[in-house]
Nanobody
Framework: VQLQASGGGSVQAGGSLRLSCLAS????????NAWFRQAPGKEREFVGT??????????YYAESVKERFTISRDSAKNTMYLQMNSLKFEDTAVYYC???????????????????WGQGTQVTVSS
């Protein structure tokens, strides 16, 4: 399984970016997937998750990004997206996509819940 994250870049505060996570070796819609981020000197933190198709396909977000970020999935392209709007300076980080193998009733928000990780893509927001 390989996950390839892309779409990062530099943007001014208030701007938007869309990250992509292309999967190979796994059909993303059959698993729970997520985005995490890691800022310099900080631990990797949960951003949002999307459950596998057929389980409600629900999404769940960290409080800090709720109403600004949206996760979606294109099954035909086997790609997950993170649409980021109203970006803030504190959103600056390396963003990682991840995919889990196990299935839980609730939303998985811990790094240890996920088995496969993309290489990360840098998002820099200038104030």
């Amino acid at each position: 399984v390989q996950l390839q994250a892309s779409g990062g870049g530099s943007v001014q505060a208030g701007g938007s970016l869309r990250l992509s996570c292309l999967a190979s070796g796994r059909t993303l819609s059959r698993y729970t997937n997520a985005w995490f981020r890691q800022a310099p000197g900080k631990e990797r933190e949960f951003v949002g998750t999307i459950r596998r198709s057929g389980s409600g396909s629900g999404t769940y977000y960290a409080e800090s990004v709720k109403e600004r970020f949206t996760i979606s999935r294109d099954s035909a392209k086997n790609t997950m997206y993170l649409q980021m709007n109203s970006l803030k300076f504190e959103d600056t980080a390396v963003y990682y996509c991840a995919s889990a193998s196990r299935h839980l009733a609730g939303f998985m928000t811990r790094t240890g819940d996920y088995d496969y990780w993309g290489q990360g893509t840098q998002v820099t927001v200038s104030s």
